[in-house]
């Protein structure tokens, strides 16, 4: 324990002790009271307001040493026990007892208006709260410098106002008819600005303040009522008052209330960090952070320095709330470095340091999931970048194929075209030359039927002319083996998925001839719900595996690369099938 | 016999009409490209169109869509497509829209002077031409048992594949050396194995024949 916690526990004890000496006799004089004045609170009323403010202040005060709501309400207490005074017999304590009768009032103004911070924020607050103690006790004080027995609404039996220097009933009784009449109109406003606040709140702030909203506006509400019930000759009898009290008396222990449930987060950060530091079983971070500090639709964003920005659990780039956002963001940072942001409701702002605390328990969790966020964004980054390289190769390819076609396969034609010219012009008898022209055009022909299989394995024409459909039924027309083609396919798909099929089954279909010994091969391809689906099976002795120079591995890459499934299935002795699964939108 | 030769590559194009007028053709008219070859078409029409498949603009099937065009407009005109890869559906595509007057060729067939001239006069009768290699992709490719095909004669296949390349039946006999009699004869064969009517017109059996292959 260290000696702050110790200096402020003995402190809290002080208080606490005062109060209770405030409280006995405060209690012992609203128990005998004399019957004079039916609107005073009785001994339970008395101990039951006076010690919620006293018990609910020094426990907001311990569980919140920064917030100014616990001394305020503690010292609040004091003014309600001085405010009993005013039923002693003494006519100096009367005196200090009625002066300060309404002063508790004021109290409870501040109190309101400036939870859950404990400071006053707009000039309007400010005004409030000097009105209610200028009302309170300056009226009140002023009002008694001419009011006695019945000028202060008190018994002939009551005793003598030692403030009064002049006599004029009628004065003071209008005074405390002015302050009750101002004060009304005070208290209205007070509960209007609350409940607006309220519901201009987020949902998580508009959840966590409800009880001191309640107590607050029923407390409002009721000295309301007390007030036009007394500016009316009191026809409700002391009832107003007796509902005021009560209602009074929840206020400070729904503001405990709202303490100690975050004072239950703190608590939270304690199980956090045991949860972080527990065996390896993996935590949902977000979910674990966004109990502690109580905020359900709290979000990560991580640190990608790579790029500069912050990314997702998954790896995608996230935006942070700007300033006129209703979400706040908190930075977590460890070393200096910038590691991830916390997007959560802005009720927590109020919290800063149990959002300090949680991060900093967390730093190190969220440290590790930014490097798996990391990781996953640059998996996408790669994922892209290998899609990029195909849709690069698949273009390439065709501007090969294109080349040979226009180029060396043109030039090729035409040099044969010149060989058979040359044919028919040679003259007649000469033998030598006609076997040797021959022979060059026959190996002419031999090189032009190489440069175009090399050429159609390249990129077939079809594929870009007349789409997958017909490309595979090609292709199982060439094929080595008997193939039977099953295709629905009505539509065009991205260019790199359907050369990504065509060569699936291109390369099956000549691994099928050259080792499977199958008697036949079956194609199959569909597409449904936005995926290209194409199998090809055949009845061979199976064992392929997709390892080695197959080119199968080429394949799966160019699928995988495209985001789709690439599978082998080839169990000894019960054909192969191999199926490609692929994302076309 | 008069030709108009349309082909994007000048060296082509070129060589292409010096073949042809060596060979005793009079070249009308040369295009670069589809819409050029229907203007030259609009002037005067001639016996026979040499057409390249893949031109200007696209590159990938001009030839093909400017001869369904002339086929309508000038059904007279025998149309020769050329092209630099066998491409199956497009020679079906091809004849199935009428096989006269109507042929499909490898490119580097022109090379040779006989089988060119051969070819552009049989297209210009309204005979069809279709390329060996093209038949063979047909008739040549692996089958299951029980298929009909398997129940051919060496030498029916032979006729077959001649049958479907366009070639009348004196031809057939000429290229097997075997008497036009039994070329008939192997012909009623193979229409009945396959289940077909039997159709005595030369030109008119090949799309049969193709149709009939394709599906198998």
Known sequence: MTRESLRMKAKLALVGCAGVVAAVPAVWLAAHQPPHRPTEPGAVLTFLVGGSLLGSGLGSWRARPDNRLGPVMALTAFAWFAAQLSEASSPALYTIGTAVQYLFIAGFVYVLLSFPSGALHGSLDRVLVASALALALGLQVVAMLWGNKSGLRCSASCPDNLLRVLEDNGRALWLLGLQRAIGGALTVTAAVLQVTRWWRGGAAQRRAQAPVLVAGCLTLAALTVTIVDDLLGGPLGSLPADVFFYAAATVPGAVLLVFLQRRLAWGMVAGLVVQLGGPNEPVDLREALARAVGDPSLELAFWYPAEARYVDDDGRPVELPGPKSSRRSTLVERDGEPIAVLVHDPVLEHNAELVRSVCAAASLALENQRLQAELRARLVELQASRGRLVEVTDAERRRIERNLHDGTQQRLVSIAMSLGLLQAKLPAGAAEAEPLVAETRHELELALRELRELTHGIHPPLLTERGLAAALEELCRRAALPARLDAALEDRFPDQVESAVYFVVSEALANAAKHSHAAQVRVAASSRGGRLVVEVADDGTGGATASGGSGLRGLADRVEALGGRFTLSSPPGAGTTLRADIPCE | ?216
């Open chain 2, 1 to 216: 016999m008069r030709v108009v030769v349309a082909d994007d590559a000048v060296i082509l194009r070129e060589g292409l009409s010096r073949l042809l007028e060596e060979a005793g053709f009079e070249v009308v008219g040369l295009a670069a490209d589809a819409d050029q070859l229907l203007e030259v078409l609009e002037r005067s029409q001639p016996d026979v169109v040499i057409v390249d498949i893949r031109m200007p603009p696209s590159h990938t099937d001009e030839g093909l869509r400017a001869a369904k065009i002339i086929r309508q407009k000038w059904p007279e005109i025998g149309i020769l497509v050329l092209s630099q890869h066998v491409n199956t559906r497009y020679a079906i595509e091809l004849l199935s829209a009428g096989t006269d007057g109507v042929g499909y060729l490898l490119k580097e067939r022109v090379a040779n002077l006989a089988e060119l001239s051969a070819n552009v006069n049989r297209v210009g009768q309204g005979g069809s031409v279709l390329d060996p290699e093209v038949v063979d992709q047909l008739i040549g490719r692996p089958r299951q048992a029980r298929n009909p095909l398997e129940r051919l004669s060496e030498r029916e296949r032979e006729v077959l594949a001649l049958m479907a390349e366009g070639r009348s039946n004196k031809a057939i006999a000429d290229r097997l050396f075997i008497s036009e009699y039994t070329v008939e004869k192997h012909v009623k064969n193979v229409f009945e194995t396959l289940e077909l009517s039997p159709s005595a017109d030369d030109h008119r059996r090949v799309l049969a024949v193709v149709k009939y292959l394709n599906g198998q």
